[in-house]
Every structure is written in structure tokens, then in C-alpha cells.
């Protein structure tokens, strides 16, 4: 019940497409969804989250969507460019006290010029 | 502004060696601590937390172990390192019983030999 599951393991875009990464989650008690980015050797840094109150948030080019009832989430990157290219990660905590996250495996998004 | 410094970035070690690696926050008080460790092409793999000193919980039993000598220093250990210990360590921190957002340091890469 602590896992979520991401897919796609890969993915290549076009600059200028969008880039679209989805998470499953099984625990109804996670309550914040957050996704992270990752540089190569780099450790993973905050891109944007959100909690199940909202079914969509947005910032810049990069939206999470909801869905409660389906348990998923969903990364849109809009206008997808190089510097984007990156491993992208959902992630998923619940609770009080150590809020510890629980990661998916990961998605290698490369955006070719 | 806080950050969080890990050392050191790189290190190869041989199998039953020893390990010490340093993790400190600065900019903040009574954080939340964490160890991750990703696995080449992996996720995240939550290792130990840490809500203050001296207080640690470990979520997989390994031969690794966590403390928190002080408020904001978190370090990880082993007496005799496996080639299954390789991988890339993370240390996370948040704000106690605040928002949720986990901020990362840069890494340490372990190779065992």
C-alpha cells in the first residue's frame, strides 16, 4: 500500500511538444504530491506539488493533474525544452510526524531540439 | 536562506570498510532529517528520519546505521561495507511539523569494490 508506480520509464519529446509523465498511488491516506526534478548527479530539487483538495495546479509550464477517485497524477510539461531534460520523480507522503516521502521510479525525459 | 551540505561527493571504498558520511543544515532549527539512497536508473529509498537528536528511526533493515549528534548534523554509517551498498545517498531535510516540502543536498556517490 506504500507504493506508487510511474510511468513511463522513458521518454523522448520534440522541443515544443508536451511531455507527460503519469503516477498510481494505492494509499488513500497520502494527502501531498509532489514532483521533483533531477540533474544528473544532482540531488532531486522541488519542481511542484499539490494535495487532493485540488484536481489541477499550475505553474509556469509545468501542471499537476488530479484525480482522487482514479488515485493518479499526472506531470504536464508544456513547451518542453533541452534544459528540461532531466529524470523527473512523483512522489507521495501522508500524515503527521515524519512525512517521509515515498518515490516512484522515475521517468528519463529527453527533449530533443 | 537555508541549504544543506553533504560530504563527501564522491568516494570508493573496498568492501569491509568502514563509512561515515556528513550531512548538516544551516539557516534552520529543529529540522526534520532524512537519509535516501537511489540506486543507479532507481528511485528513492528512504533509509532512516530523524524528528530530533538523538531520536532515529530506520525504515529497511542493512548494515547501515543513522545519528544526529546535533540539531542539524545527520550521519550515516556502516562498520563493514557490502557491494549492495553502493549507490548514490541523499540527505533531505523539512520544517518540524510544518509544510511538507523535503529540500536535498547535493549527494554523495558511494562506490564499494
Known amino acids: 500500500q506504500q507504493q506508487v508506480k510511474q510511468s513511463p520509464q522513458s521518454l523522448i519529446v520534440q522541443k515544443g511538444g508536451i511531455s507527460i509523465i503519469n503516477c498510481a498511488y494505492e494509499n488513500t491516506a497520502f494527502d501531498y504530491f509532489p514532483w521533483y526534478q533531477q540533474f544528473p548527479g544532482k540531488g532531486p530539487a522541488l519542481l511542484i506539488a499539490i494535495r487532493p483538495d485540488v484536481s489541477e495546479k499550475k505553474e509556469g509550464r509545468f501542471t499537476i493533474s488530479f484525480n482522487k477517485s482514479a488515485k493518479q497524477f499526472s506531470l504536464h510539461i508544456m513547451d518542453s525544452q533541452p534544459g528540461d531534460s532531466a529524470t523527473y520523480f512523483c512522489?507521495?507522503?501522508?500524515?503527521?510526524?515524519?512525512?517521509?516521502?515515498?518515490f516512484g521510479s522515475g521517468t528519463r525525459l529527453q527533449v530533443q531540439p | 536562506s537555508q541549504t544543506i551540505h553533504q560530504w563527501p561527493a564522491t568516494l570508493v571504498q573496498p568492501v569491509g570498510s568502514p563509512l561515515s558520511l556528513e550531512c548538516t543544515v544551516e539557516g534552520t532549527s529543529n529540522p526534520n532529517l532524512y537519509w535516501y539512497r537511489q540506486a543507479a536508473g532507481r528511485g528513492l529509498q528512504l533509509l532512516f528520519y530523524?524528528?530530533?537528536?538523538?531520536?532515529i528511526s530506520s525504515e529497511v533493515p542493512q548494515n547501515l546505521s543513522a545519528s544526529r549528534p546535533q540539531d542539524r548534523q545527520f550521519i550515516l554509517s556502516s562498520k563493514k561495507l557490502l557491494l549492495s551498498d553502493s549507490g548514490f545517498y541523499l540527505c533531505a531535510w523539512s520544517v518540524r511539523g510544518g509544510a511538507d516540502t523535503q529540500y536535498f543536498g547535493p549527494g554523495t556517490r558511494l562506490t564499494v569494490l
Open positions: 512522489a507521495a507522503s501522508k500524515g503527521t510526524g515524519r512525512r517521509a516521502l515515498t
Open positions: 530523524s524528528v530530533g537528536i538523538g531520536q
